[in-house]
């Protein structure tokens, strides 16, 4: 059905691979497209509760691809085409995503897995700000995620220096979950997204929108949006199966809604 990704869905869980090995799953214009259909069907799939992003082969993603650019493009114009309708998207994703990084997540790739919510990495996985390497400034996000992620002054290190970033160095610094061995990155990050899968997802979905906006607002705002948001999960079937376990002193068996 695809030509640039694959997708199936596994035990309440949607697992994206980035198809093309061959180029180090480089994106393209139809991979951009592949990725926000995906996106789409899982927003709308009730029995998808949770959204693993990885990579065939060898890399995780290695950002554009550079070989499909020429030199007269509007570079700006591809990144508000292309980019940001798949980045907005992926935002939009009111359930858990979960990057399972498996080699290197370079340009793109690397904004790509810092949109995710967690992201599990293989000891042989590394992180890199390749932009300036070839004169460019981070996109898809990147200057958006990073410095929420490691703080400023580091962000700004990691985007001017573009050194690439071991899996144990990126845990150090809160960009990676979990680090694991190479021949576990499959079982390790199914294991995570069942745990995931099996936790009240409305109420994930409501805290990834108010955090979001968290950065936006001021407390007063702030404390309504937490109100509104409460109200919301209230009135959850997993709400009152959270409260029935608990006075049982039993295992919530949460539906997602």
């Known amino acids: 059905m695809y030509e640039t990704i694959r997708y199936e869905i596994k035990d309440k869980v949607g697992w994206l691979t980035l198809n093309r090995p061959e180029k180090l799953n480089a994106i393209t214009n139809t991979m951009n497209q592949e990725i926000i259909d995906v996106l789409k069907k899982v927003e709308n799939n009730n029995q998808v509760r949770v959204l693993v992003i990885t990579g065939a082969g060898k890399a995780f993603c290695s950002g554009e691809d550079i070989s499909s650019l020429q030199a007269d493009m509007n570079l700006g114009e591809i990144i ?62 990147n200057l958006y ?81 937490e109100a509104y948001g409460q109200e919301i999960a209230g009135g959850t079937e997993d709400y009152v199966e959270g409260v029935q376990a608990f006075l049982a002193k039993r295992s919530p068996e949460y539906k997602g809604y």
Not at 114 to 124: G, H, N, P, V
Not at 163 to 185: F, H, Q
């Open 80 to 141: 508000k085409s292309r980019y940001k309708p798949m980045m907005e998207k992926l935002a939009q994703v009111e359930k858990p995503v979960v990057a399972s990084v498996n080699g290197a997540a370079a340009g793109a790739g690397f904004s790509l897995a810092l949109a995710c919510d967690f992201r599990i990495a293989s000891e042989k996985a590394s992180f890199m700000e390749a932009f300036i390497h070839i004169g460019l400034i981070p996109d898809s996000g």
């Open 145 to 225: 995620y990073l410095p929420r992620i490691v703080g400023l002054a580091k962000a700004l290190e990691l985007a001017i220096l573009g050194e690439k970033l071991k899996a144990d160095e990126a845990k150090r610094l809160g960009i990676v979950t979990k680090v694991v061995k190479p021949n576990e990155l499959e079982k390790e990050t199914a294991a995570f997204a069942e745990r995931l899968a099996n936790m009240p997802t409305k109420a994930i979905g409501l805290i990834k929108r108010y955090m979001q906006k968290s950065f936006e607002t001021n407390l007063s705002n702030m404390l309504d949006y």
